[in-house]
């Protein structure tokens, strides 16, 4: 008789624990989602997965150990070691429950208070709602309207943005958070500062439980923990839903891939150069935790005083976009770093030029690729030992491809597109490192769903797998390399032209600092590319050299030469230095209402 589901859990449960006590599993038998069988006492070796379990467990373990590092709003050196950073959390958590707080929302920038809500939510049985607050008052008016918060949290700086929200639900309560300490006793000021009081205190009237009487593992590792909403820049913003299984298994591959765990009495010094709200930051806010590293919070980009802190405070890891990348780089503070800093590259895929520039001053990129709706990075471009036999531009150009699917996840797989192929049909593409497709995903990191959108959310998944909308070529390797999103694809007279390829080619430029193309209208061709280019500093290009410089260049065909060129003050960008290509596409049109330089 073949085995059941139920017969094979109960082999593989047997393996965990102690044969005299190792219950049976029956095939009417049901279980929790935590192990136990449901109406006994007995167990299997199983617990949920909670991303807010890494936090108490790390101050247990290393208490007195540096956690946060951050220059506040009034401008002084905050330090917080493990134990407070735990303390602090648990004390929001405990002022969550009194209150009885479930949605709390986010307006925040990089400060401690985003990592004690985060965690506190976490261990309060809450869900976070962090939102971008570069977006427009409507559009957080109504991310936090759709996603039914019952608090939020702002930054005194950013107070004014919730106009909108306040109008349609002057009933939520506003906690303003000052980004402040007191210069004597080193507490934070203002009303979060009060929240965090108030619910110390309350569980010291409750019994000082701790973080024994929170959820440092939730009780469904299922159920939803985070709110990460979409840009919205073609449709209302999409609330994906992260649940706690999701953000923990994230978080765990980032500590991998992205190197953060050390040996000894060092660890990773982590800058928050990437927005927390951005996909909850990739789920860093959980996996610098998880690897006991030291948070170093930043309200601002402030290239000169990222420099600073990576030569004085020797950052070891940060995560950032080309574009933040490149600009770091041609800063004027920019010099080799005596020891390499590993910085987790993703947003725009890269160019192989930057990736150089990068490497000479001791930035050795980590290139990842994802998605909101993969919790942040799912795949990374592995860097070989055999690549540094090859010549620089062959190894550089590898190392800029998105490579392969996270440990913690499925291999991706790019699928054959077409009008020809039905909604949900899934076939690969060859692995030739030139049929094009789209990117899909499968396994741990893919997330729920999005919040109260089920026919968004089917079209998502559909034929079983998560749609990315990207299109890349698979090498025979098994890796995928980014050419555009299908929207982006420019096809003049016939031929595909890959934006990001003919960006890529710019990027060598010696006086280019940044590149954006776009399509335009040409009678003769259908389209045209448009060359959107910002100039180094101290540098002057007239359009006539710069169409010149495309001609002569032995890696662009004639077809892929710019039409036009317009050089610009600054390309348009998303909070997380990303290229707005839809903005592009309005300028390229005579529109600059979409955005400006």
Not at 8 to 31: G, Q
Not at 145 to 152: F, G
Not at 205 to 229: F, I, K, R
Not at 430 to 441: N, Q
């Amino acid at each position: 008789m073949a085995s059941t589901a139920k017969d094979r859990l109960s082999k593989l449960a047997s393996h965990f624990t102690p044969s005299s006590s190792s219950p049976t599993v029956a095939d009417n038998t049901e279980l929790n989602i935590d192990g136990r069988i449901r109406g006994t006492t007995s167990w299997y070796n199983h617990h949920t997965l909670s991303p807010t379990f890494f936090l108490p467990r790390a101050a247990q373990i290393e208490p007195e150990a540096p956690a946060i590092y951050h220059r506040t709003a009034n401008n002084r050196i905050l330090r917080r070691t493990y134990k407070d950073f735990a303390d602090r959390s648990s004390a929001f958590a405990y002022y969550l429950k009194k209150k009885g707080y479930k949605r709390v929302g986010l307006l925040l920038t990089n400060t401690p208070a985003f990592l004690y809500a985060t965690f506190g939510a976490g261990a309060a049985g809450a869900v976070v709602i962090a939102i971008n607050y570069r977006l427009k008052k409507d559009d957080i008016g109504y991310m936090f309207n759709h996603s039914d918060a019952d608090l939020v949290i702002v930054d005194r700086e950013y107070v004014d943005l919730l106009g909108e929200f306040r109008k349609a639900k002057p009933n939520v309560p506003i906690l303003i958070d000052d980004d402040e300490v007191d210069p004597n006793t080193e507490e934070e000021l203002g009303a979060f500062g009060d929240a965090l009081r108030e619910g110390s205190s309350y569980d010291r009237q409750t019994g000082s439980h701790g973080w024994d009487g929170l959820e440092a593992q939730a009780p469904d590792e299922l159920a939803v923990n985070a709110l990460a909403y979409t840009s919205g820049t073609t449709a209302r913003p999409k609330g994906v839903e992260y649940t706690h299984r999701g953000c923990y298994l994230g978080a765990v591959g980032n500590v991998i891939e992205s190197g953060l765990s050390y040996h000894g009495t060092d660890r990773c010094r982590y800058l928050w150069t990437l927005p927390m709200f951005h996909a909850m930051g990739w789920t860093f806010p959980w996996a610098v935790t998880a690897a006991r590293g030291t948070h170093y919070c930043l309200r601002k980009i402030d290239y000169p005083y990222i420099w600073k802190l990576l030569k004085e405070e020797h950052i070891t890891h940060f995560c950032a976009a080309p574009t933040v990348n490149t600009l770091l780089c041609a800063d004027s503070n920019a010099t080799k770093l005596p020891n390499p800093v590993r910085v987790t590259v993703a947003a725009s895929p890269p160019t192989a030029h930057l990736f150089e520039v990068m490497t000479n001053v001791n930035l050795h990129p980590v290139h990842v690729y994802g998605l909101t709706e993969t919790y942040g990075p799912i795949t990374k471009g592995y860097q070989l030992g055999s690549w540094w036999d090859l010549a620089d531009k062959e190894r550089y150009g590898k190392m800029a491809r998105q490579g392969h699917g996270f440990v913690t996840s499925l291999p991706v797989r790019v699928i054959k597109t077409g009008d020809d192929v039905p909604e949900g049909h899934i076939e690969d593409v060859k692995k030739d490192g030139k049929e094009m497709g789209e990117i899909i995903f499968t396994g741990n990191i893919c997330v729920r769903g999005y919040y109260k959108d089920e026919s968004a959310t089917r079209k998502l998944f559909a034929g079983g797998a998560l749609h990315s909308g990207d299109l890349a070529v698979w090498h025979a390797d098994g890796a995928i390399q980014i050419l555009d999103r299908a929207k982006d694809i420019i096809i003049s007279g016939g031929e595909n032209i890959s934006s990001v390829a003919l960006e890529s080619i710019i990027a060598t430029h010696p006086d280019i600092l940044e590149c954006g193309i776009a399509g335009i209208q040409d009678e003769k061709w259908g389209e045209c590319p448009k060359a959107f280019i910002t100039v180094k500093q101290g540098k002057n290009i007239t359009q006539e050299s710069f169409i010149q410089w495309c001609k002569d260049h032995p890696a662009m065909g004639r077809f892929m030469v710019p039409k036009e060129v317009e050089i610009v003050q600054e390309l348009p960008k998303t909070s997380t230095g990303k290229i707005r290509k839809n903005i592009l596409r309005e300028w390229a049109k005579g529109k600059r209402d979409q955005g400006g330089e």
